[in-house]
């Protein structure tokens, strides 16, 4: 009777693993499918309009989803010893695979969010170079000034 319990909390357990990774997968699609929204991904700001909010439910998941990435392996872990200490593994193999594939599908979805935050980041960058710190360079400072001195003057040769 105990196992049953146990079992049968396992397997509700994970009917919303894969819930909750579907819901992340689709929503991490519809987010990439809207490009206006990624200027506004993991931004703080005024501008409340409909972009806006799904780009704060976005970088929400995105800090949610980051520590289910971390943590979810080790639960997964106790899952499959429960069940194949239970020796219940058999029964529920396809409902064990399917948690499995949506949680790597989550992972792909997770890291196409940091791509998308990376390349916000990297825009930004591009468009203040003047700003870059270069404290800790020896000589690209110089090295840029002299690339821009001999891009100015055609005359001179390197």
């Not at 396809?94 to 499995?100: P, S």
């Not at 990376?118 to 110089?142: C, D, E, P, Y």
Request: proline share 1%; net charge positive; charged share 15%.
């Amino acid at each position: 009777m105990k196992n049953e319990i146990l079992v049968t909390y396992s397997t509700k357990l994970m009917k919303m693993e894969i819930f909750l990774f579907l819901f992340f997968i689709l929503i991490t699609i519809l987010f990439n499918i809207d490009t206006n929204a990624h200027k506004y991904f993991n931004e703080s700001g005024i501008v409340y309009n409909f972009h806006r909010i799904f780009a704060l439910l976005m970088t929400f998941c995105y800090g949610v989803f980051f520590w289910i990435c971390i943590c979810f392996p080790f639960l997964w872990l106790v899952q499959l010893i429960i069940l194949i200490s239970k020796k219940y593994f058999k029964k529920y193999w396809k409902l064990f695979l399917l948690v499995t594939v949506f949680y790597l599908g989550s992972l792909v979805a997770w890291f196409s969010l940091y791509s998308i935050n990376q390349h916000q980041n990297f825009k930004g960058r591009r468009n203040q170079i003047t700003k870059i710190n270069q404290g800790g360079a020896s000589l690209r400072g110089m090295t840029c000034l002299f690339y821009v001195f001999a891009k100015n003057d055609k005359q001179s040769r390197l």
